[in-house]
Nanobody, 128 residues
């Protein structure tokens, strides 16, 4: 069982930046493909970004490409999401997720149903 804890959310003005962290309670963090998802009020959960086990491959939703950067530090069992040029549309609860079953070292996935473990989420609010 893997526990994921997100942190770093908060209130920021449009154009500002935030850095989210996701720390896993496992020594085998490098075995997991990791991803970020978000859910705004009244909307379905949507994919934001994903990173492969060794961090060599990344994937982004079109809506955040060029503004958000996903990274990971396997030695610290932590994943990050650097969010720049934030917009009010980025307001949501942000969740980190871990996928152990993915085959291949450098794979990523945007499919929420492929992730087995989820954090509780952290609120990001962007004011206009």
């Amino acid at each position: 069982q893997v526990q994921l804890v997100e942190s770093g959310g908060g209130l920021v003005q449009a154009g500002g930046s935030l850095r989210l962290s996701c720390t896993a309670s496992t020594g085998g963090f490098s075995w997991y493909v990791m991803g970020w998802f978000r859910q705004a009020p009244g909307k379905e959960r949507e994919f934001v970004a994903a990173i492969s086990r060794r961090g060599e491959n990344t994937m982004y939703a079109d809506s955040v490409k060029g503004r958000f950067t996903i990274s990971r530090d396997n030695a610290k069992s932590t994943m990050y999401l650097q969010m720049n040029s934030l917009k009010p549309d980025d307001t949501a609860v942000y969740y980190c997720a871990a996928d152990f079953r993915a085959t291949g070292v450098d794979v990523t996935t945007s499919a929420a149903n492929e992730y087995e473990y989820w954090g509780q989420g952290t609120q990001v609010t962007v004011s206009s």
